[in-house]
């Protein structure tokens, strides 16, 4: 398949069916991640995968977690953080972005929906799994069987701002 068709056909999904994703198809998706590239290769993730029944419930003290049997707690190592020293803006927070990305679109490739959730209460995760204080949880990465399918393809054409609306070309301009 085609990088952009497979982009075209992942959709957030936010209504799991009751079956589990197979260790197969997980690890897949973990190796997406995996193999996602971050600033200067310092990998900062750390990723708690979530599957039993009584984890899934110390993640929804935290945010719903749409029925799913597979909830990923995408975490950023903070110790050894590349901060741009013109602003010291980190990299971490893009870096689980392009992660995260990676494994949604790897998920959707294999038939498996996903919602990416950055709002949840971190210190719930952090106390409900023990996450020290230098490690930041980060994202929410919901994954399983769509209950009621994946979002048809071609919705962009509709959902999104025209291409012109969000691109300028050698200089920012308001106009665009």
Same mark, same amino acid.
């Given at each position: 398949?085609?990088?952009?068709?497979? %982009?075209?056909?992942?959709?957030?999904? !936010?209504?799991? %069916?009751?079956?589990?994703?197979? *260790?197969?198809?997980?690890?897949?998706?973990?190796?997406?991640?995996?193999?996602?590239?971050? &600033?200067? /290769?310092?990998?900062?993730?750390? @990723?708690?995968?979530?599957?039993?029944?009584?984890? @899934? !419930?110390?993640?929804? *003290? &935290?945010?719903? =977690?749409?029925?799913?049997?597979?909830?990923? #707690?995408?975490?950023?190592?903070?110790?050894? &953080?590349? #901060?741009?020293?013109?602003? /010291?803006?980190?990299?971490?927070?893009?870096? #689980?972005?392009? @992660? =995260?990305?990676?494994?949604?679109?790897? %998920?959707?490739?294999?038939? +498996?929906?996903?919602?990416?959730?950055?709002?949840?209460?971190?210190? +719930? +995760?952090?106390?409900?799994?023990? @996450?020290? *204080?230098? #490690?930041?949880?980060? &994202?929410?990465?919901?994954?399983?069987?769509? *209950?009621?399918?994946?979002?048809? %393809? /071609?919705?962009?054409?509709?959902? !999104?701002?025209?291409?012109?609306?969000? +691109?300028?070309?050698?200089?920012?301009?308001? /106009?665009?």
């Amino acid at each position: 398949m085609k990088f952009l068709d497979l %982009a075209k056909q992942r959709c957030t999904v !936010r209504s799991f %069916a009751e079956q589990p994703v197979e *260790k197969e198809k997980l690890d897949y998706i973990l190796e997406a991640g995996h193999v996602a590239p971050t &600033a200067c /290769n310092k990998q900062p993730q750390r @990723i708690i995968v979530v599957q039993k029944t009584d984890n @899934i !419930r110390k993640v929804q *003290k &935290a945010y719903k =977690t749409f029925g799913s049997q597979c909830v990923m #707690i995408i975490c950023r190592d903070t110790r050894d &953080a590349l #901060i741009r020293p013109f602003d /010291n803006k980190c990299s971490g927070d893009l870096d #689980i972005g392009i @992660i =995260t990305d990676h494994m949604m679109l790897a %998920a959707r490739e294999i038939g +498996i929906g996903s919602v990416m959730v950055g709002l949840f209460d971190p210190q +719930i +995760i952090r106390k409900e799994f023990t @996450i020290p *204080k230098y #490690i930041e949880p980060t &994202a929410l990465l919901i994954l399983g069987y769509p *209950k009621n399918g994946f979002l048809d %393809a /071609n919705r962009h054409t509709t959902e !999104r701002k025209p291409l012109q609306a969000t +691109i300028m070309m050698e200089e920012y301009s308001e /106009n665009s």
